[in-house]
């Protein structure tokens, strides 16, 4: 599920839509999937195939560090955000 988001985030093997690496990156990330839950909190974050919203943007990142993503833990601590 996470790497079907990341081919339609970078348009490899398939056109390129950011919607669709949404629900895919929501879909991994619900099972679990600790670097879809921090690529979804991206999306929310740069409004990539939803709308901006930064608190949605938070609670995944918040998900993604809670699951050991070191990319989310470095961003929380950088910005001081917990």
């Not at 081919?7 to 879809?36: F, L, M």
């Not at 921090?38 to 918040?62: C, I, M, P, T």
Request: proline share 0%; charged share 30%; hydrophobic share 35%.
């Amino acid at each position: 599920m996470y790497k079907a988001g990341l081919c339609y985030s970078s348009g490899s093997g398939v056109k390129r839509n950011d919607a669709k690496a949404v629900a895919w990156y929501r879909k991994a990330a619900e099972e679990g999937y600790s670097e879809a839950a921090y690529r979804l909190g991206l999306s929310y974050r740069q409004g990539l195939g939803v709308e901006k919203d930064e608190h949605e943007a938070l609670k995944w990142f918040r998900g993604s560090a809670a699951r050991g993503n070191t990319q989310a833990k470095e961003l929380l601590e950088t910005e001081q955000v917990n």
